[in-house]
């Protein structure tokens, strides 16, 4: 996936970001994203393909790297905040609630993303912004996790705990999402965090 540092753009780079990202939002929630052409998106955003090309491989890594935006910025409130709030359980249970409810910002989005399961793009996205948010965790609370087989170091179990937890966890997104009237996103968040290891859940210092 091309992924552009937004610092280094210049001002008619920036516009030209901005138009894209309203566009693709436009498009992926009136039509499945897998359907949109290039040429589609580069028309209704007043730029040439190439340009387009710029900022992304294709439609369904532009649409991507705009929610990934979403929800790095997402990250980064609750990296702020979350820790603030109380124990293990109050930081994980804000992370997940704050990931449930992007989702259904944008449920069109995601709904028409899926074939039964997410497009590629979409899901690979999700899971690893989950497995970037707990490696985190773990590393700056490496107390919290279970002792792991001596032939792997720790930032390799940390690794895996992230993969498994963030691939069951888009696991059950899906299957939410599937729903043609979805639980809420609270309700689907106790769900998920109740089928979670309880070792997430020790008490932060």
């Not at 124990?87 to 074939?115: C, K, P, S, W």
């Not at 930032?155 to 888009?170: E, L, V």
Request: aromatic residues 6%.
């Amino acid at each position: 996936m091309v992924r552009c540092d937004h610092g280094q753009m210049d001002p008619r780079q920036v516009r030209t970001w901005s138009r894209l990202v309203d566009v693709v939002h436009e498009v992926a929630s009136e039509t499945p994203i897998d359907t949109v052409s290039v040429a589609e998106l580069a028309r209704r955003a007043d730029i040439t393909r190439d340009t387009f090309y710029r900022h992304a491989a294709g439609p369904a890594e532009l649409l991507a790297h705009v929610l990934r935006d979403e929800l790095d910025a997402l990250r980064a409130e609750f990296q702020r905040n979350a820790e603030a709030e109380g124990g293990g359980r109050t930081v994980f249970d804000v992370a997940e609630r704050a990931l449930l409810r992007h989702v259904l910002e944008h449920r069109a989005i995601y709904r028409g993303a899926m074939t039964p399961r997410l497009t590629p793009a979409l899901r690979d996205m999700l899971v690893e912004s989950i497995e970037s948010s707990l490696v985190e965790i773990l590393d700056r609370h490496p107390e919290i996790a279970p002792d792991g087989p001596s032939g792997l170091d720790v930032g390799k179990r940390h690794r895996m705990f992230a993969a498994y937890a963030a691939s069951g966890t888009i696991g059950a997104i899906e299957v939410w999402l599937a729903d043609d009237d979805p639980a809420d996103a609270d309700d689907a968040a106790r769900a998920i965090l109740a089928a979670s290891p309880s070792w997430w859940f020790t008490h932060l210092r």
